[in-house]
């Protein structure tokens, strides 16, 4: 073979092989990649199930400095609860909402109506009869842009719920009516592991 023949050939297999090369470093760095990714996603899960709902203890609550509120709650909810604003109607969470349960202060978690009261007032706005826990609720005169109102607030959160009217149906003739960006639903079947068990007999059929 030629002299010139077999540069040649050497040129072209050390180009492969650094071709092979460039691929195989590609191919490494992309399996520590993935290795990092599944390293960080298995670290991220029990993080994520120590995030999972843990019993309210709603009696003793504190209610934190606005900052913080500021990063727990949704700008809606932030508004609504502490800013006295209102959120669209027929364009929230629980207007529409059956399902058994009850609804808590979104902020303090204190327990305040139940599904067993809500009912269809044709608003938009979810509506109660009467509070579950008249004990955790607070009215107050409102004279705002809407004249004369009642105001109510949840008493260990001092969250802004919504108003009360007088125009209500049997048994009590009042309104409740709520912002969903004030609450926040309990379904019946998670009542007991969220720690409000003691209302789960509720829903108890007889």
Same mark, same amino acid.
């Given at each position: 073979?030629k002299?010139?023949s077999?540069?040649? +050939?050497?040129?072209?297999l050390?180009?492969? $092989? =650094?071709?092979d090369?460039?691929m195989s $470093?590609v191919q490494?760095?992309?399996? @520590?990649?993935n290795?990092?990714?599944?390293? +960080?996603m298995?670290?991220a899960r029990?993080?994520?199930?120590s995030? &999972?709902?843990q019993?309210?203890d709603w009696?003793?609550f504190k ?6 509120l500021?990063?727990q709650l949704t700008?809606? &909810?932030?508004?609504v609860? &502490?800013?006295? $604003?209102? /959120?669209p @109607?027929f364009?929230n969470e629980?207007d529409t909402?059956k @399902?058994e349960g009850?609804?808590? #202060?979104i902020?303090?978690g204190e327990?305040?109506f139940?599904s067993?009261?809500?009912? #269809? ?5 979810p509506?109660?009869?009467?509070? +579950?826990?008249?004990d ?5 005169q #409102?004279r705002g ?5 009642? /105001?109510?607030?949840s008493k260990?959160g #001092?969250s802004?719920l ?9 048994p009590?003739?009042?309104?409740y =009516?709520?912002?969903s960006a @004030?609450l926040?639903?309990v379904p019946?079947?998670?009542l007991?592991?969220?720690g409000?068990? /003691?209302?789960?007999k509720l829903?108890e059929k007889?």
């Amino acid at each position: 073979m030629k002299p010139l023949s077999v540069s040649i +050939m050497i040129f072209f297999l050390v180009l492969l $092989g =650094c071709r092979d090369s460039g691929m195989s $470093g590609v191919q490494e760095k992309t399996t @520590a990649k993935n290795a990092r990714d599944a390293k +960080m996603m298995s670290e991220a899960r029990p993080g994520e199930k120590s995030m &999972q709902r843990q019993p309210v203890d709603w009696r003793n609550f504190k209610k934190p400095d606005d900052a913080t509120l500021r990063k727990q709650l949704t700008p809606l &909810q932030y508004n609504v609860t &502490q800013k006295e $604003g209102t /959120e669209p @109607a027929f364009r929230n969470e629980y207007d529409t909402n059956k @399902a058994e349960g009850i609804y808590v #202060d979104i902020v303090s978690g204190e327990p305040l109506f139940s599904s067993l009261d809500k009912y #269809d007032s044709g608003t938009g706005w979810p509506s109660f009869t009467r509070p +579950m826990e008249p004990d955790n609720i607070v009215t107050r005169q #409102d004279r705002g842009f809407f004249g004369p109102r009642t /105001e109510v607030r949840s008493k260990h959160g #001092d969250s802004h719920l919504g108003h009360v009217f007088t125009d209500g149906p049997p048994p009590t003739g009042l309104r409740y =009516c709520m912002n969903s960006a @004030a609450l926040r639903f309990v379904p019946k079947n998670d009542l007991e592991k969220e720690g409000y068990g /003691e209302y789960a007999k509720l829903f108890e059929k007889k």
